[in-house]
């Protein structure tokens, strides 16, 4: 029994981005709306870009820590019937990116301001094996996009500079469109597809529940080739495409598995960056065989961007080491030659370390950067900000806490090479002495 386990355990690493991308396809896929009841419940609508018309805000967001820079765009490809092309409008240089994950949650392709530029262009998505003809449009550099897999989770950020944005950026989200290829061509208006994605989102975790959501991805979307050996070894716990539903004794292989190894999973720690920020894991292209880091990545941060397109390192702790919390006052000072170095824009949200959610506060500030109007720079041209729960006297420079604990995130989009490579250190939070304060 005990190899079993250890095979069962091997089993969950590698299908356990199978089994969230079933999850998420099916909790964000939109859900057909207008069949009169005729239609299955279950049934999802697939090849259409859906959008987050609002900026979230305290209490809006139905996931942890949420982004206040861009509003999302978000569509799940099937290329089982055949290509699909995405027409992309002119952001009109205009920060935007289109990430799109394979099955397994590599992302292995952008599109947008870094790769592709910002002006209006069309895209063709060939599913895996595809041998059709290229049409004129598509023989220009980047314009062609060879999908690893049948199915593709496509999610979109589009920068907004605050509310007074949002209608601009809505006229943008109307221009990403996806259509099969043929209709393209002679300009038909989208189709949408119906699809079942079988699966409850808001089901049980249980070895049964794992076993057949992984196996049917697992027949829609095969691995590579040379991971057939592998395959035919998790087929013992009931994982693989021709695998049957596992019999009594593989369910509690693979029960074993997840009791003990999503614990594992969730309290790896990050890489530590100093000073109190920690780095997630760096993500390429494609996790290769690090079936380990896809997993844990996963599991805390799926739809993560390539760390090339975006990074977000964490703060929990100050200067000191001390946890960060509303009752003390912190100063976060960037030397003039020292901001965050990107290509695109930077800012630092924070969250209540209670929920994981944005923090309410008087002025309406959930994030600051370098787009936040107003900003104060030191007279030496450096950059000091206030992370505090009490308004300063001045609150140009404020970033509102909570009462009590909180954490911060960094985002960098297009981040240079100094700050991947660990050259570039962010600076520690400074906490303030109050008078008595000897801490």
């Known amino acids: 029994m005990a190899a079993l386990n250890a095979l069962a355990e091997e089993a969950l690493v590698y299908a356990w981005p199978l089994y969230e991308m079933c999850r998420m396809r099916a909790a964000t896929s939109p859900r057909r709306t207008d069949s009169g009841g005729d239609a299955p419940a279950p049934q999802r609508w697939c090849n259409v870009f859906t ?47 289109l990430g799109l994950l394979d099955f397994y949650t590599n992302p292995f392709a952008h599109l947008g301001q870094r790769l592709t530029g910002t002006t209006a262009r069309s895209f063709l998505i060939t599913p895996p094996g595809w041998q059709g003809a290229l049409p004129a449009p598509f023989d220009a550099p980047g314009a062609h996009i060879e999908a690893p897999t049948k199915w593709l989770w496509v999610i979109g950020r589009i920068l907004v500079d605050g509310p007074s944005d949002l209608p601009a950026v809505h006229a943008l989200q109307d221009g990403f469109i996806v259509r099969p290829l043929a209709d393209w061509l002679v300009r038909e208006p989208v189709r949408p597809r119906l699809f079942d994605p079988a699966c409850d989102p808001s089901a049980p975790l249980s070895a049964a529940h794992f076993a057949g959501q992984v196996n049917a991805a697992l027949r829609d979307n095969p691995p590579p080739a040379h991971e057939a050996a592998l395959l035919a070894r998790f087929a013992a716990v009931g994982i693989g495409p021709e695998a049957p539903a596992p019999n009594d004794e593989q369910q509690a292989a693979l029960q074993h598995a997840i009791d003990t190894v999503l614990p594992r999973l969730r309290a790896a720690s990050p890489r530590t960056g100093g000073a109190g920020w920690t780095q997630p894991p760096l993500v390429s292209g494609s996790f290769g065989d690090d079936h380990l ?4 990545v996963a599991l805390k941060y799926i739809g993560m961007l390539e760390s090339r397109e975006a990074v977000y390192p964490l703060a929990w702790h100050d200067a000191q080491g001390r946890a960060l919390d509303g009752s003390a006052r912190y100063r976060l000072r960037f030397a003039a030659d020292a901001l965050p170095p990107v290509d695109a824009f930077w800012s630092i949200t924070m969250y209540d370390a209670r929920d994981y959610m944005l923090v309410d506060n008087p002025i309406d500030r959930y994030a600051i950067g370098d787009r936040t109007p107003g900003l104060q720079r030191d007279a030496d041209g450096g950059l000091t900000l206030q992370v505090q729960h009490a308004p300063p006297a001045d609150e140009a420079n404020w970033l509102p806490a909570p009462a009590g604990a909180f954490y911060l995130c960094l985002r960098a ?21 109050d008078p008595g304060d000897r801490a």
């Open 51 to 97: 959008h987050a018309r609002q900026l979230l805000r305290a209490g809006k967001s139905r996931v942890v820590t949420p982004n206040n820079d861009t509003l999302y765009t978000n569509a799940w490809l099937d290329l089982r019937a055949g290509p699909l092309v995405i027409d992309v409008p002119d952001t009109a240089g205009r920060y935007y990116v």
């Open 413 to 433: 989009y297009m981040p240079r090479e100094d700050m991947l490579d660990g050259r570039y250190a962010l600076p520690p939070l400074q906490r303030v002495n």
């Open 293 to 296: 880091g896809r997993a844990q």
